[in-house]
């Protein structure tokens, strides 16, 4: 199923109106947001190759032909232009797996006013989605402190590519396995599965399914104790199994908890199993965890190994939506790119015109000390002050006033070509790479960003002829 | 791309493990949920259709079978097995748009053992994303009072399919169009969209803007009136434009309002209108409603016509997931089904046992009174006291103790036949269908029942007979 109806049916219209109008005009858009997601510091950014991928392949067939001439809203010169139709512009985007912050162009698109419109949709719904849930996996990763952290999400995800992006965005975000055999095999994602408590309930005693299981994954074996009672049942029937199975040197055993006080059964059974010279047995511990939960875990010392986390993760559960938008930034007017500005009542919904990078600057110690919005036309000067170790004179939206940067060894822009004229120039990378260009990200970033509860804010600043540019065209309106 | 593999890994061991355990069992599963979502007191049942469209087309395709094999988890044995799957078996369900309530069996799976636990993964991932979002959309929709809600949730949908599948649950739950233009051609849902900023700010002025979208849609002309200052500006805009336009006798004239306060800005819109002689003109707003939102704006009397919802309907935003699962009640042993009991500490989890029904009592009106799970095979006799007007004990959980059922008129049992060896026998319906059984199901609920905050409790009982068959299991374990 073709998916260039994926689109809100105003995309289409205005299209057609822009068919009508003005055919011709060129413009550029920006994709930003205005807040983190969960009170959060940061965004991990994502969704990028799987947009891409679309963007590239976007066709109408001529079912969608007669599909929208159905509608009798559509003239026929427009549908005609439609059944010829391919994507041609050209897209900037931030790498994958990087954080990102409220105001950046996180994408930018130039090309025809026509088509750049009608992707609107498809950009949000594939960014906004798996940003959400990148970011969201990565402060549950953060929050274990290097315990792996498996994502279980499938059965509670919105829908079926909600269950496939997100395992793709929570091994962005630093999830080591997915359930998702689906996600395992399009992406190569790590695959995790113990078993359900069916399994148990299928046999006369828990005892003789977990010797069941045991004989059959003799290798990799993970028992789940909490089907009738953890402590005086699942435990000890999981220590004479593996106490058995251990001859044969099996690679992993663990029991997974699903159910109840997990500190105070993950020490129990610990305990039980050390006594019972099983100090190699993992615990594993799943049910509803998020950060937060996972944090009081750790905090608290609970013996526990790996997390299992589904619904929390992977429907973003506390806020279910990144809410990323599309504005047009530069109009091209007599061949020259002319900056747009939506203005609004409320300042936070004013958006940044003309066409824009990011630059990112970093501490000799490889720490992101400040993102810098400016014009693409000012940036070479800007590099080379940059280069020169000049100091640097930005405007700040939060102190309402001009800030000089000199504290940065080093300095990059953030967005890179990834499309030209419709073709993807980005070459494809494993999804590993994303992920640890993710971590990398994170890593960088200071404590006080990174941290789950009340962050600290990240220095974005806008260059002084950004800010303005802004001002006077706030003014002239 | 088929979605056999879109399913939990452990579903694929475990199967594994029955196929060398015990490969010709047989069992009865059963999906039910244990709460509302939205601490709402009824849930829509939805996802059915697009469930039997998968289970009747899973197929592992010899690059399924290649993938599983690379794991170094599968048996050949089990892996040719798997290349001549098909799901074989009997699935029973209630009618699509059904309210429902906990412990409720919803889906009845009865079929061997290994593919019935097989497809855990994809029931639960469909039915519970698209009952939540048709639940969801019914309160948005009974909040509207009567108003047209348009669902505008692509952008923000989790995922592509998450976008989709809530463009059809949105429908189910009552919405009267979507923006998703995708989700009209697949299910004929009816389409609906406006203008964006963006066409605004791509003119030279507002106004120029509004005659440039005017002259082209004439007929159906809904105007977005606050890109720069809505009372000041596109109100004024809209009124000109539409008072050149109303000669051509369009069908619908509309503006809408995206931000700002909705209430104070409809009334003052609504006056100017009135003024200028455009009673006719409808005014349409949108801007992060949800039901509560709704109904405020609706208690205070807005002159609001429409509301566009998008996010907050489509993310199921305030509980984004319907917590359902899916789990044995009943295991073939020498050619009879023996139910079967999962006991939990917590009693809320511990399962209902058996081959069960569902028989929902209407009171003569036509109004739901209670709902009665049993026992299939108990059920002609029930059946057979209610047809001759008998009263009824039942037993009611949180009673505790019996009930006499007589004030009904008219008992239906819910689960009905919808596949027979993997064969779909339930004849696809038009989505429009499904819609108003909902707004039927949800119109003989009770008022208390339905109302979005504090509802009533529905009362769901027991037969007689499956309390005690639970009492003895629990005792026997």
């Given at each position: 199923m073709g998916i260039s109806l994926l689109t809100d049916l105003y995309e289409l219209t205005m299209m057609q109106g822009y068919f009508f109008a003005c055919r011709e005009d060129e413009a550029v858009f920006d994709m930003f947001f205005r807040r983190h997601p969960f009170n959060g510091g940061y965004t991990i950014f994502a969704g990028l190759r799987p947009l891409l991928e679309a963007l590239s392949s976007l066709r109408f067939a001529q079912e969608d032909i007669d599909y929208l001439s159905s509608l009798n809203i559509f003239h026929k010169e427009f549908l005609n232009y439609l059944s010829a139709f391919s994507f041609s512009g050209d897209v900037h985007a931030v790498e994958e797996g990087l954080p990102v912050f409220p105001y950046e162009p996180i994408v930018r698109v130039r090309g025809g006013l026509m088509e750049a419109q009608l992707i609107e949709s498809l950009v949000l719904n594939i960014v906004n989605f798996q940003s959400l849930i990148a970011t969201k996996a990565s402060r549950v990763v953060g929050a274990s402190e290097g315990r792996p952290v498996l994502e279980f999400g499938l059965r509670r995800a919105q829908g079926i590519d909600g269950a496939l992006a997100a395992s793709r965005a929570s091994f962005i975000g630093g999830a080591s396995a997915t359930s998702n055999t689906l996600a395992g095999k399009i992406w190569g994602i790590p695959l995790s599965g113990t078993m359900a408590h069916s399994w148990v309930m299928n046999f006369p005693s828990e005892r003789e399914a977990f010797e069941q299981y045991a004989s059959v994954y003799r290798d990799r074996c993970v028992l789940l104790v909490d089907t009738y009672d953890t402590l005086r049942s699942g435990v000890p029937n999981a220590i004479r199994v593996f106490s058995t199975l251990k001859r044969h040197n099996p690679s992993l055993m663990a029991i997974r908890i699903d159910s109840g006080d997990l500190d105070a059964i993950a020490r129990a059974a610990r305990r039980m199993l050390d006594e019972a010279g099983l100090a190699e047995v993992k615990i594993y511990a799943s049910s509803d965890l998020d950060e937060w939960m996972i944090q009081t875990l750790v905090s608290s010392g609970a013996p526990i190994d790996a997390f299992g986390v589904g619904t929390r993760m992977v429907t973003?559960?506390?806020?279910?939506?990144?809410?990323?938008?599309?504005?047009?930034?530069?109009?091209?007017?007599?061949?020259?790119?002319?900056?747009?500005?939506?203005?609004?009542?409320?300042?936070?919904?004013?958006?940044?015109?003309?066409?824009?990078?990011?630059?990112?600057?970093?501490?000799?110690?490889?720490?992101?000390?400040?993102?810098?919005?400016?014009?693409?036309?000012?940036?070479?000067?800007?590099?080379?002050?940059?280069?020169?170790?000049?100091?640097?004179?930005?405007?700040?939206?939060?102190?309402?006033?001009?800030?000089?940067?000199?504290?940065?060894?080093?300095?990059?822009?953030?967005?890179?070509?990834?499309?030209?004229?419709?073709?993807?120039?980005?070459?494809?990378?494993?999804?590993?790479?994303?992920?640890?260009?993710?971590?990398?990200?994170?890593?960088?970033?200071?404590?006080?960003?990174?941290?789950?509860?009340?962050?600290?804010?990240?220095?974005?600043?806008?260059?002084?002829?950004?800010?303005?540019?802004?001002?006077?065209?706030?003014?002239?309106?």
């Open positions: 973003g559960w506390d806020d279910p939506a990144l809410t990323g938008v599309y504005k047009v930034a530069a109009k091209k007017i007599e061949k020259m790119f002319h900056p747009r500005i939506k203005i609004s009542d409320q300042s936070e919904k004013t958006t940044i015109p003309g066409v824009k990078n990011i630059i990112r600057f970093y501490h000799k110690d490889g720490a992101m000390t400040a993102d810098l919005i400016c014009l693409e036309e000012e940036r070479a000067e800007i590099e080379s002050l940059i280069r020169n170790g000049m100091p640097l004179t930005v405007y700040s939206d939060s102190d309402r006033g001009t800030v000089t940067l000199t504290d940065y060894s080093e300095a990059r822009a953030l967005l890179v070509p990834v499309m030209a004229h419709g073709g993807i120039i980005k070459e494809p990378e494993p999804l590993q790479a994303i992920r640890e260009r993710c971590a990398r990200g994170i890593s960088s970033l200071s404590s006080s960003v990174r941290r789950i509860s009340n962050p600290d804010i990240y220095p974005v600043y806008v260059s002084e002829r950004l800010s303005h540019m802004k001002e006077e065209l706030i003014h002239n309106r």
